[in-house]
């Protein structure tokens, strides 16, 4: 039975929802495709999607343009032990788009089972771009093409660490410690700040995690530092690790000590992403 295209845009906005909510979609093993080549099915899958949904990838408008870019993201759920690359490098290309909102959504695609060595190139690369126009002013103002587009700007610039930190890669580590390292101290505890360490802390090498409880110092009595240090409180508590300090004016004294006892419970590199399926 053909599905319509109003359904499948149904289908895509349920899609896009889950993955905005950072939930784990439920993916499919092919034990016919392999990473060099997709099985004939599925194969062929692709093909139609392209020529269905090629046209919107390039229209005027954004939301079609998104709808596509969903389309073609979910392929790879269907046989999630080889996803596909040529979808995968159409997500990275969209990474180009003029439109944030876009780049945004197509963020939270590429960490979110497509090929992981694509995926971490157009991340890392848009990550860049960020620490540039941090490095080169008020990035947010450069963005925002106007007052009701700083909102956007602002989601953007914290949503691409986030979304790197779900790839399990040095190179997203490189260059997230990167931008938090460039980060005003006025920027402490705002959005980009959190979203960055909250992002290094996923990724839990012993040089990201002791970057981040670092920035604590000087301590102040701030909401959003608070947030980080309860994030630090967190990551270690995932490794059954003990004696963490308490919030408070010492507490970047107490990291470190704790740091001595404990750094080697948190690796020192990861490698490149690999693709990681969920077990039944």
């Excluded at 692709?46 to 979910?74: H, K, M, N, Y």
């Excluded at 106007?146 to 909102?151: A, G, L, M």
């Excluded at 790839?167 to 005003?184: A, G, H, N, T």
């Excluded at 001595?260 to 590199?269: G, I, L, T």
């Amino acid at each position: 039975m053909k599905i319509s295209r109003q359904v499948r845009a149904a289908l895509s906005a349920a899609f896009l929802a889950l993955v905005g909510a950072g939930a784990a979609v439920a993916a499919d093993v092919c034990g016919e495709c392999t990473a060099k080549e997709l099985c004939a099915t599925h194969g062929a899958a692709l093909e139609a999607a392209f020529e269905e949904w090629g046209e919107a990838l390039t229209s005027e408008d954004e939301g079609e343009r998104i709808e596509a870019l969903v389309a073609l993201a979910e392929l790879s759920h269907e046989h999630a032990n080889a996803p596909s690359e040529r979808a995968a490098e159409a997500l990275a290309q969209a990474m180009d788009d003029p439109s944030l909102r876009v780049r945004q959504r197509v963020a939270r695609l590429l960490a979110n089972g497509q090929h992981p060595e694509i995926a971490v190139r157009a991340l890392v690369r848009e990550c860049e771009r960020i620490k540039q126009g941090l490095g080169n002013g008020n990035l947010v103002q450069t963005l925002a093409s106007d007052s009701d587009e700083t909102q956007v700007a602002m989601a953007y610039i914290a949503n691409i660490p986030k979304a790197a930190g779900e790839l399990k890669d040095d190179r997203c580590v490189e260059i997230i410690y990167k931008i938090l390292k460039q980060l005003p101290a006025e920027t402490r505890g705002q959005p980009i700040f959190v979203a960055s360490c909250d992002a290094l802390l996923e990724l839990g090498t012993a040089k990201s995690v002791e970057a981040v409880f670092e920035t604590l110092s000087p301590w102040s009595d701030d909401p959003g530092l608070r947030r980080v240090h309860n994030s630090v409180l967190r990551c270690a508590s995932r490794r059954d690790l003990e004696g963490m300090p308490d919030w408070g004016e010492d507490c970047v004294k107490g990291w470190r000590k704790w740091w001595r006892v404990n750094k080697r419970a948190f690796p020192a590199k990861l490698g490149k992403a690999k693709l990681v399926l969920e077990e039944d």
